[in-house]
């Protein structure tokens, strides 16, 4: 799992008035919680970007007064026009506390379905699952080479060793649509084999 790393200054105030002069500065109100204690700080802005311009799921070393908490972004709210970061809730991780989040799909080898001039459609490209921090994917990687015509992988369809999925099982993932194309190649071994 990829961890970025952000660098916090303890809020001494709270409330509007003190939110409204951080968002003056260039900076982010935040509050992280999930252990026992509650912290109440700031971020500057442009630390976000490597966040939430990547699609690749990631865990957040937050550093406060030297002291670093490793944590994921729970929720985020951006200004209604101007679209900038206008809070942001992170969930501090514990090693033997399992969490949800979101986890790319993506597949690996050649369909058969596809070579046969099939379409590869993605049915759901994320999925729910819940692990523990240390056992969290990255990404999803289902292998589609058997993947034929008209043959599709759902979720109960999916090994996982350390990790849950928690999208019902019987939804797909992907599947290889039949096109003109593979009626058209199907048609050709049909003929071929009589």
Do not use: W
Not at 28 to 41: R, T, W
Not at 61 to 83: Q, R, S, W, Y
């Amino acid at each position: 799992m990829r961890v970025v790393s952000m660098s916090g200054s303890l809020r001494e105030n709270v409330g509007k008035k003190d939110a409204k002069a951080l968002r003056r500065d260039a900076k982010v109100p935040c509050v992280m919680y999930g252990k026992d204690q509650q912290y109440l700080f700031s971020v500057d802005q442009t630390a976000f970007q490597r966040v939430l311009f990547n699609p690749e799921p990631c865990f957040i070393k937050v550093t406060l007064n030297g002291v670093d908490h490793m944590a994921m972004l729970k929720d985020i709210e951006f200004h209604p026009v101007t679209e900038i970061v206008y809070h942001a809730d992170f969930y501090e991780l514990t090693d033997d506390k399992p969490v949800v989040m979101s986890i790319p799909v993506h597949t690996t080898g050649s369909s058969k379905g596809v070579m046969k001039g099939g379409k590869l459609a993605y049915k759901q490209k994320r999925l729910n699952v819940k692990a523990l921090p240390a056992n969290m994917p990255s990404e999803v990687l289902l292998d589609i080479t058997n993947l034929d015509v008209n043959q599709r992988i759902r979720v109960q369809d999916i090994a996982t060793d350390n990790y849950c999925i928690l999208n019902p099982k019987s939804s797909e993932v992907v599947n290889v649509l039949s096109t003109r194309a593979s009626a058209t190649a199907d048609d050709g071994e049909e003929a071929a084999a009589e």
